[in-house]
């Protein structure tokens, strides 16, 4: 059972527009949510995250929204940029022993310039 | 140094090898992770340590053997793989397990092919 799901493989947008990158998730005892930045032959890299107590963050062109009724995240990129070509992964920390992540299985975003 | 380290970059061995796989951080981090990933998938955890103590194993095959030999370095020993094991070999390593909110460092990996 996937507790995290990126429902999009992949996303398509123009340079300088928004690209949005959007998460569900199944488990309420979810108590952080982040996401990962992946090139090719590269471990990912932490982007942003936010508590599940707030319902958003922002760090310059990236802003993560989260909607705990909705068990649903977002990831918002404006302006959207060639270099921003990646795969993005959803990822969900558990209020758990052992800070352990469970990753949603990624959206690949393409930037046209 | 925000810099986790892995070697080597690329592996290949035989079904009767055995190997290492290394990782190395100098951020003062307690806890550090060893996981798998195959293509267009997300990493999978295999193994966790929490002050050099192995704290979470998520039922992986006995021919994947970690090693913590100190709070810096972490090492996964190799045996008698399948090809099915070829993926690429992530390492993490995070504040003490619990802390930091969930953010973990990842190492670039380790890709490993199975002959």
């Known amino acids: 059972d996937q507790q995290v799901k990126q429902n999009s493989p992949s996303l398509s947008v123009q340079e300088g527009r928004i690209s949005i990158l959007n998460c569900d998730y199944t488990n309420s005892m979810f108590d952080y949510f982040l996401w990962y930045k992946k090139y090719p032959a590269e471990g990912p890299t932490f982007l942003i995250s936010?508590?599940?107590?707030?319902d958003k963050n922002e760090d310059g062109r990236f802003t993560v929204f989260l909607n705990k009724s909705a068990k649903h995240l977002s990831l918002h990129i404006v302006p959207s940029q060639p270099g921003d070509s990646a795969v993005y992964f959803c990822?969900?920390?558990?209020?758990?022993?052992?800070?352990?992540?469970?990753f949603g299985g990624g959206t690949r975003l393409m930037v046209k310039p | 140094d925000t810099e986790v380290t892995q070697t080597p970059k690329h592996l290949v061995m035989g079904m009767t090898n055995k190997k290492s796989l290394k990782c190395e951080q100098h951020?003062?981090?307690?806890?550090m992770y060893w996981y798998k990933q195959k293509a267009k998938k997300p990493p999978e955890l295999m193994f966790v340590?929490?002050?050099?103590?192995?704290?979470i194993n998520e039922s992986v095959p006995s021919r994947f053997s970690p090693e913590c030999p100190n709070s810096s370095l972490l090492n996964l020993h190799l045996h008698a793989l399948q090809p099915e094991d070829s993926a690429l070999y992530l390492c993490?390593?995070?504040?003490?397990?619990?802390?930091?909110?969930?953010?973990?460092?990842f190492g670039p990996g380790t890709r490993l092919t199975v002959t």
């Open positions: 990822a969900a920390r558990g209020n758990n022993a052992g800070n352990m992540l469970t």
């Open positions: 951020m003062g981090h307690r806890a």
């Open positions: 340590y929490s002050y050099e103590k192995l704290s």
């Open positions: 936010i508590s599940s107590i707030k």
């Open positions: 993490a390593s995070s504040q003490s397990s619990g802390t930091s909110g969930g953010k973990q460092y």
